[in-house]
């Protein structure tokens, strides 16, 4: 019986021992499959990974592409997409490929779509996909950019960025950054002082050199500003100028010299109409020339004849040999009027007069004007008294002005309000508005900046560098 107990309980035993082993070997197994899983996994995010930086390289390439042939969206192959490259490591194994597809950009914009798609050679199950936007800043990056000082008075609402080569007064209200190449200058504008290149009177007033400038942003100043950026180039516009004055003569319009006084252009929806310009009025009895100002005269139209119709040329470009008045609204239409005389010589250079409204009719890029003007843009004494001007304006030589004209001049010697939508570039000091309070001008002054213009700008309109700039980045995949 004893020997019978003890059999059986060895048997039990080792049955125990068969299922424990068994348990232990399941265990084991499942470890191993699971670490094999986790491997599996840790090496499918490592490709995925892989592929992902393959697929940034293939926007990085694209961009140094660019930047060496601004205008080839075919990658130097002259043929259709997507564009294949292989992809190696650093001992010249491959280990990947991008695949590009190039968007080139759309018809009046600069901007270029690059899809990238990344791949490992390891897994070829596995894509990374990136797609990216970049392009060109035009000049109408800014709200205003000039060339030498400039006064802005308390009544003046900007909202885009103001950059000058010189000095700036600001003493209205700056909804964007106001910035400035200098760091201080002496302000003729204001007895001479030495002051910060971008300062205000408006109380509290800024302190002068060498104090330093308040550092919160103030109710002048609501988005900050900035000294010694760089400078901008407008001697450059003329080769702009003389661009578009080429491109007008091939398949858009040209006007050569009038032989009277210049053109008026009207335009309406997508068509034009331009006049001759047979006589200006002349100003009343004591409206002289008070400031002894270069180019003062009425710049306004007393009579006039019919010149030319037509329809605003495909490639939007319009060039008068002459000085040029423009008016009127566009529906639909991408168009750069430009005035000038080549060769470029100071005594004959031209100027473009706004007296009457220019108008879009859509505001979501559809529509875009701009005015080039070799010498000055002119607000005649005879202008709207709430004229609205929808256009990026340019006076590459001269400025974008209002003369002074005093009370002797008659009831148009002070005007109500003056509102833009665009970009105001001026080389000369601007100024549309005579006094504080004013006593000559437009009273009331809003200048609106038009985002649409940055990477769409009007037809032929001058860029501020030939390098792509990123403006959004997309992991699609």
Known sequence: MT??????????????????????????????????????????????????????????????????????????????????????????????????????????????????????????????????????????????????????????????????????????????????????????????????????????????????????????????????????????????????????????????????????LALSSTTFTVYKVTALVSPPRYCTNSQNETGWGTWSIQSETLYATGTIPQNGNMFFADNLWVRGTVDGARVTIASGKFPANQSTYTNIIVNNSINYTNFNGSDTIALIAQNNIIYGLNSDNNLTVDAALIAQNGAVRRYYYSSYCGSSYLRNQLTTLGIIASNQQAGVAWGNPVVSGYQNRDYNYDTNLLYSPPPSFPLTTDQYSPISWEEVQ
């Open 3 to 264: 020997m019978n107990t003890t059999h059986n309980r060895t048997a039990q035993i080792a049955i125990e021992m068969l299922f424990l082993s068994a348990i232990i070997v399941t265990v084991i197994g499942g470890f191993i499959s699971l670490a094999g899983s986790f491997l599996q996994l840790s090496v499918r995010a490592q490709n995925k990974l892989q592929a992902f930086a393959i697929a940034e390289a293939g926007i990085e390439y694209y961009r140094w592409h660019l930047a060496h042939a601004p205008t080839d969206y075919q990658d130097g192959t002259g043929q259709p997409g997507p564009y294949v490259h292989n992809y190696y490591d650093k001992n010249g194994n491959e280990i990947g490929q991008f695949t590009l597809t190039i968007t080139p950009p759309p018809p009046g914009s600069t901007v270029v779509t690059i899809s990238s798609a990344g791949t490992v050679t390891a897994d070829a199950s596995i894509k990374k996909i990136i797609k990216v936007q970049m392009g060109i800043p035009s000049f109408a990056k800014y709200a205003w950019v000039l060339n030498s000082n400039v006064v802005f008075g308390t009544t003046a609402q900007v909202y885009g960025v103001i950059d000058s080569n010189g000095g700036i007064q600001f003493d209205g209200t700056a909804h964007n950054l106001v910035e400035s190449a200098l760091t201080t200058y002496t302000d003729p504008a204001n007895g001479n002082r030495t002051e910060w290149a971008v300062y205000t009177t408006t109380p509290p007033a800024d302190p002068q050199p060498p104090t330093p400038l308040p550092t919160s942003t103030s109710n002048v100043f609501l988005a900050g500003r900035s000294l010694g950026v760089p400078a901008v180039d407008f001697a450059g516009i003329t080769q702009d100028l003389a661009t578009i004055e080429a491109n007008a003569q091939a398949t858009g319009y040209y006007a050569t010299g009038s032989g009277a006084f210049g053109y008026d």
